[in-house]
């Protein structure tokens, strides 16, 4: 059997993962082993300015003294602990999460963003009796049976089809196109303030207060899907903020435990409670992940990580317009959610800023997206934004 260590060279660990894997993944040419803030070192040393965020994962950036403390402290406690037992580090963080949010809640746990879309799914049809659903074009939702109905792009949907049905996608951003499927058999509306997946593309201002005002009209629930631009990521704390609308249902995950599995749905309280038994979980709200999320969400405050992305962000947004790149058509984001879309396809120029030390994400086929860690710094940035500038010019 071979030990796996710190020792172990880059091409070694990849061969290896290679040869146990089921391989679903695109591996890049290199092995992470070690983080910290908003860098990375492969297994042979080299550093790497992490624009990829454990894909919205990391906005607390790798191994945050917050979160590496209160592992430590809770996995010397209890680790795990089913529902059915009331816990300390659950009922606390439910209170803290409640505080923070920017609507009355009561909230479900479970383990990631899939699950927290699925869950609100079944909510939806649980309260309205209705089966219909309403996504957007372009839309990632997840990969499981119901999250992945309501994810749009058929590159994921086809292999799988057919999935669970009663579900339509309509453009995002497009009220006339809405108006013309949400009607008195509509159980809900599923959206991003920000398409993630779909391209980095921001709802425009009056969007989402106009989808809240057709939801009402037709009995309708409004879910937001928050699993990427939540904690922080967009400028405020949770994106739905920017437009002052209030959902009746919010999933979040990614960074909320910071870097640990976790999810949550937040449903409005104005629904009450839900019937015992109509849905579960059994690693939902253990006490290690509600200890992480809650000196995550306690950092996250503390450390004015909203503030830092909308300014940080906004410089970002900035530099990267003033660039002179004529393979640019349009740069655009929220906080430091950025993506830069393309005249060609993206996936030569991930490989070039990988090469320049920098690691970056798609979004689709044309667009570069840029997910760094809130704590980055304007160094690290301005680096980031070199490399850039070098590898969309081709020097």
Known sequence: MLIVTNMMQNETIIALEQQYEVGLYPKRPLAIVRGEGARLWDAEGRMFID????????????????????????????????????????????????DALPFPARIFCCNSGAEAVEASIKFARLLTGRTRIIAAMRSFHGRTFGALSATWEPKYRQ????????????????MEALAQVVDDETAAVLLEPVQGEGGV????????????????????????????????????????????VTPDMM?????????????????????????????????????????AARAALRALIDEELPRQAAEKGA?????????EAPVVREVRGLGLLVGLELKQRVQPYLGALLERGVLALPAGPTVLRLLPPLVISYDDLGTVVAAVAAVLRGT
């Not at 989402?208 to 400028?235: K, M």
């Not at 999810?263 to 579960?280: D, I, K, Q, T």
């Open 51 to 98: 624009c990829v965020g454990g894909q919205g994962a990391a906005n607390l950036g790798h191994c945050h003294p917050a979160i590496v403390a209160a592992l430590q402290t809770q996995s010397s406690h209890l680790i795990s602990c089913p529902e059915i037992f009331p816990n300390d580090q659950r009922a606390t963080y439910l209170e803290e999460l409640a």
């Open 159 to 174: 292999p799988f089809e057919p999935l669970v049905p009663d579900f339509a996608h309509v453009p995002y951003d497009n």
């Open 201 to 244: 593309r921001p709802a425009s201002p009056g969007y989402l207060e106009g989808v809240r005002r057709l939801c009402d009209e037709h009995g309708a629930l409004l879910l937001v899907d928050e699993v990427q631009t939540g904690f922080g990521r967009t400028g405020r704390l949770f994106a739905i903020e920017h437009s002052g």
């Open 251 to 291: 999933a979040l995950a990614k960074s909320i435990a910071g870097g640990l599995p976790m999810g949550v749905v937040a449903l409005h309280e104005r629904h009450g409670v839900l019937p015992p038994g109509s849905h579960g979980t059994t690693f939902g709200g253990n006490p290690l992940t509600c200890a």
């Open 315 to 323: 410089w970002l947004l900035a530099q990267l317009r003033s660039l």
